[in-house]
């Protein structure tokens, strides 16, 4: 079964897992609560795919796909889920690449065929990929316009040194300036095949009546390689490192980010169970769980930093990942807070954790927020498909169903011992925003 | 064709002697209910030179009761892994959260407390006060807010409340006393202004019971009706707003529309849809975005309000393109105040709002604001069975009149906020 007990008030089918022949992997589960369907189709390639100079080439593929294909013309795009009264999106990360659409049953056959035709057929037309270059430079601009963003790239970029999780997904400005049309395709010919694809199917439809439709959709596809993946370890860091950055602002800004266990790593659940007790628990869905606000009041860092008046906010993040990525913690200093003096705060807080121990009670409580909140992630088809996906495609098989029984197993013991092991000053990248007057 | 058959909801509504209004809607997807409980009006209540007294009041209403410390909520909300979102805008204060089922009798009895018997510490307040100042102070950084911020000023001047920032300013905030706040909360913060919306995986009539027991006993003068003048209808008014260091521009550009309650609405609703939404946003993203490459977002947005709501333009740009952008959407706003749109375009998106329904349907969170915009328009129970119907009495005609009624470059208001030196 998908869902450890209680999970879903209904019983679902089990979930279906099949390839066809051109290795493409197919996930359908039955969901029968709401008229709907999410179709996802999740490839193997992230911006830890890319290399020097060609940074944000998977992130810009991703836009290309929603140009047009040999079958679909570009101005045809826009319209086809609509119709039906459908969403439709997509997104890139670190290690992946997904779209999705989202809408009533009846469309399920529009849906795999705009999945199919991304697979294989998409134009990459020389003039809308110039086009789309300025639109990601705004999307990057954007970004940065918020000195949250901006601090996180560089505290990113700074605690790995040969990692390619230190690029941005959007990529560097200088390479978003110079990646050609040729750049983009060879890109996307070499990752878009069936072997590097998981496509996942969730919502009201009848697992065999799925699997005929993709077999009609993609069972033409020709296979190809899968990919090889680049392999790099991070080099152990010796020493604190530092980011400071000074720009026109109102407010201060302090990130902390220490390297994180893998999703596969024994730490990486003792890790998500020590971030519920420093600042709440989120939960592990990337497409939702992060846009509501954890249960935090009582939380080790919201208690000595928010409850003192030191910092407005703060935030603990870590995501499953396929490599090692970073734990960060990030702080908004209240107005009139010097962020040495919220940085001291927090060094002692987390000092305090580490040496005298995170009790029995703060560690039964994380894990009742984690548990809530896996449930809260899961309300609807589109995020039940996210993370059957998500999860099939950074970690691999059978970690999504065993989320809950892994967080269960978690002991104070393994809490204290990954806060003093993993949240080691040497071990740190400490980035400040310090805002400048405007002069306004 | 066709758009999915929906079974459409089947809320339970009662109205308590005390007045408050609560609604119940079971559904089964998860072992959660999502609770939302709307006090009406928000912040247009603010007393000019308090702006911000609604949000600073939400920002500690949950700081601390006659029954229970600030620290046992946190711990109890803590405990059950219950986030407690308290959020103000013009409108409403709205308390929300989602929890487990088994939770279900101790959260509401935590939020009806917290809403019912708040005593306001002095030290919450002060530190609920730092806190809003960093948030607005966070605001004034980021040029997305500004420019929203700027054009709603332009279009509802003098001192109508829809013109001023909806959480307030800083200078309004530190002026709040813990006097002004009881009394804002004794006046408004009382069950006649009230909409509880209970979601979820809970018998309707466990949780009416529960509700009204929870409710009982707390009485309070009806508050007086508010009215909001009509805005003035201005001539086209260009402002910039310069933050240096800001790599990109934001551009809000805007008019004001129709009342909720005006049988237009739903026309008006469809000429948003064209406009900026369908697809990637509409006919702007298809010329700023797709056609010009100007842009990572373009898009309109047309709020439901009790006055005449604001219809945004949105977009995003180089500081270099911000003249090219501005002519792209007027360019945008008069072809479609002209010509109207296409036969196509309305049958598109009439297509698309009829086939969204399930999906704005699916979850606690979707349905508790659906239900909890059906009562603040009185739009009844049956207004998900009776939106289709509205939709398709929508004619081509109809949207045309309401580009042309409201789609005057003429008289609209633009705002950029960006890195340029500006007239502001």
């Known amino acids: ?440 | 064709m066709s758009a999915t058959l929906f079974k459409g909801l089947s809320p339970h509504r009662t109205t308590l002697p005390n007045g408050a209004v609560v609604t119940v809607q079971e559904t089964s997807m998860t072992p959660a209910v999502t609770l939302s409980a709307a006090f009406r009006p928000g912040s247009l209540l603010d007393p000019h030179g308090l702006e911000g007294l609604a949000y600073l009041m939400g920002r500690v209403l949950d700081r601390g009761t006659e029954r229970r410390k600030a620290d046992e909520i946190a711990e109890a909300l803590d405990d059950r892994g219950v986030s407690l979102k308290i959020s103000t805008n013009r409108q409403a204060v709205t308390l929300s959260c989602t929890l487990l089922s088994e939770d279900f009798d101790d959260i509401l009895a935590l939020l009806v407390d917290v809403v019912r018997r708040p005593v306001f510490p002095d030290e919450e307040i002060e530190k609920g006060r730092a806190e809003a100042v960093t948030t607005l102070r966070q605001n004034e950084d980021n040029p997305g807010a500004r420019a929203a911020d700027g054009v709603m000023k332009l279009l509802y001047t003098g001192k109508h409340p829809y013109g001023r920032p909806s959480k307030g300013t800083v200078a309004g905030v530190e002026r709040v006393t813990r006097a002004d706040i009881t009394s804002f909360h004794r006046e408004r913060i009382v069950p006649a202004a009230l909409s509880l919306v209970i979601v979820g995986d809970v018998p309707a009539s466990h949780a009416l019971t529960r509700a009204a027991l929870e409710l009982e006993g707390w009485m309070a003068p009806v508050p007086p009706r508010v009215d909001l003048p009509p805005p003035s209808a201005g001539s086209r008014h260009v402002r910039r707003i310069a933050m240096p260091g800001k790599p990109q521009a934001d551009i809000a550009y805007g008019f004001t529309t129709v009342r909720r309650h005006d049988p237009r609405y739903y026309a008006y609703w469809m000429m948003n849809n064209v406009l900026g939404q369908f697809g990637l946003g509409g006919r702007l993203a298809d010329n700023i975005r797709e056609r010009q490459g100007m842009a990572y977002y373009a898009f309109s947005t047309l709020d439901a309000r009790p006055c005449e709501a604001p219809l945004l333009i949105r977009a995003g740009v180089d500081p270099d393109n911000v003249e090219r952008t501005i002519e792209a959407i007027d360019h945008e706003v008069s072809t479609l105040a002209a010509g109207g749109p296409t036969s196509r375009e309305i049958e598109e998106s009439r297509a698309y709002l009829l086939g969204s329904l399930p999906r704005m349907l699916e979850t606690n969170q979707s349905i508790a604001a659906f239900l909890q915009t059906s009562e603040e328009f009185s739009l009844g129970l049956d207004y998900d069975q009776r939106l289709p119907g509205l939709l398709n009495a929508v004619t081509r005609e109809g949207v045309s009149a309401a580009a042309a009624e409201t789609l005057d470059t003429g008289r609209a208001a633009i705002v950029v906020a960006g890195p340029e030196e500006g007239q502001g």
Not at chain 1, 187 to 213: F, K, M, Q, S, W
Not at chain 1, 267 to 280: H, K, N
Not at chain 1, 325 to 353: C, K, M
Not at chain 1, 405 to 418: E, G, K, Y
Request: charged share 25%; proline share 6%; glycine share 8%.
């Open chain 1, 1 to 440: 079964m998908l869902f450890t007990s209680g999970a879903l008030l209904t019983d679902p089918p089990p979930l279906h897992v099949t390839h066809l022949d051109n290795g493409l992997r197919v996930l359908v589960q039955e969901v029968h609560t709401v008229p709907l369907v999410s179709v996802w189709c999740w490839y193997g390639v992230g911006s830890r795919d890319e290399s020097t100079g060609l940074t944000g080439v998977s992130h810009w593929v991703e836009h290309m796909n929603f140009k047009g294909t040999s079958r679909i013309p570009r101005e045809e795009m826009k319209g086809i889920v609509e119709r039906f009264g459908g969403t439709w999106n997509g997104y890139t990360w670190i290690d992946q690449t997904t779209y999705l659409e989202t809408a009533g049953r009846e469309a399920l056959d529009q849906m795999l065929f705009i999945e199919a035709e991304r697979m294989n057929g998409s134009i990459f037309d020389p003039a809308d990929c110039e086009s789309e270059r300025t639109v990601i430079i705004s999307e990057l601009q954007g970004g940065e316009n918020d000195p949250e963003q901006l601090l996180d790239s560089e505290v990113t970029a700074t605690a790995f040194r040969a990692h390619p999780y230190r690029h941005p997904t959007i990529g560097w400005l200088p390479d978003l300036q110079a990646i050609t049309r040729e750049d983009l395709y060879a890109h996307y010919r070499r990752y878009y095949i069936p072997a590097n694809a998981t496509l996942v199917i969730v919502g009201d439809v009848e697992t065999d009546d799925v699997l005929r439709r993709a077999e009609r959709h993609f069972g033409g596809i020709r296979p190809g390689p899968a990919p090889v993946r680049p392999q790099v370890t991070e080099p152990p860091q010796v020493g604190e490192r530092r980011v400071s950055i000074e720009r026109q602002g109102t407010t201060a800004y302090l990130k902390f980010a220490w390297h994180a266990p893998a999703a596969k790593e024994d730490d990486f659940f003792p890790m998500l169970v020590l971030d519920a007790v420093l600042t709440g628990a989120k939960g592990l869905n990337l497409w939702s769980s992060f846009r509501v606000a954890p249960p935090q009041r009582k939380s080790l860092l919201y208690t000595a930093l928010v409850e003192r008046g030191l910092a407005s906010q703060v935030n603990g993040a870590l995501m499953a990942t396929a490599d090692p990525f970073l734990y960060t913690l990030s702080f908004t200093a209240t107005r009139g807070v010097p962020l040495d003096e919220l940085e001291g705060a927090a060094r002692a807080a987390l000092d305090t954790a580490a040496l005298e121990g995170i009790d029995e009670r703060e560690v039964a409580r994380a894990k009742r927020q984690l548990r809530a909140r896996l449930v809260f992630e899961d309300d609807s088809v589109t995020n039940l498909a996210h993370q059957l996906g998500y999860f099939q495609t950074v970690v691999g098989p059978g970690f999504y169903p065993r989320l809950n029984q892994c967080i269960d197993m978690v002991t104070a013991d393994r809490v204290r011992q990954v806060a003093r092991h993993r949240l080691r000053s040497t071990a740190l990248t400490v980035g400040a925003f310090h805002p400048l007057d405007a002069g306004r």
